[in-house]
């Protein structure tokens, strides 16, 4: 039986996803009645080695308010092709997010799935994350593709998604340089 704080957990982020985007760096770069495309990016001042290690480390700075469970602390993420991107829930329960699909160390992350409520849909997601040199330190490019079937289509749900993901993003950014969320 699934708690009440799982559920709650469920439904405040269910709720974030349908809310209209802030306006921020995050870009819907696509948005169709079958699909959409998200992109983020920024330059961090740390060398790709670093942001690329930080990013593995999700339960570090992914939000507790957009987990299953509550706690971003439940989230681990295995660097090798076929890695779970996983949360752990109470009583031994779990959620499989994502699955590692493509890792080049310290380059280049791939990742296959649908992220929280866009797993009830039918629908296949890629996000891939790239770690450039840059002059003063990485450049860092988060880009998440969804299509496949959803009723009313996907052009609003971009927008909530988005949010969602720009806050983590921003999340990751201030993790790989200052080690804080």
């Known amino acids: 039986m699934i708690s009440r704080a799982v559920v709650r957990n469920l439904a405040s982020f ?34 790709p080695a670093k942001a690329y290690a930080a990013m593995l480390e999700v339960g570090k700075w992914w939000g507790s308010d957009h987990t299953y469970s509550g706690d971003a602390s439940n989230l681990s ?13 109470p009583s031994g329960g779990g959620v499989q997010h994502m699955t590692v699909v493509f890792l080049a160390p310290g380059k280049a992350v791939r990742l296959a799935g649908g992220l929280g409520p866009l797993q009830a849909i039918g629908v296949a997601g890629s996000m891939e994350w790239k770690f450039d040199p840059a ?38 950014r201030r993790y790989a340089e200052t080690g804080k969320r």
Request: proline letters at 5%.
């Open 135 to 172: 002059e003063t330190g990485t450049k860092v490019e988060l880009r998440y593709t969804v299509g496949g079937y959803n009723p009313g289509g996907f052009k609003q749900l971009a927008n909530g998604v988005e949010a969602v993901l720009k806050a983590q993003f921003d999340g990751y």
């Open 77 to 89: 993420l295995e660097a090798k092709p076929g890695g779970c991107w996983c949360e752990r829930l």
């Open 14 to 47: 269910v709720l974030a996803l349908l809310v209209s985007a802030s306006p921020g760096s995050a870009e819907v770069a696509d948005a169709g009645e079958n699909g959409f495309t998200l992109r983020e990016t920024a330059t961090l001042s740390v060398p």
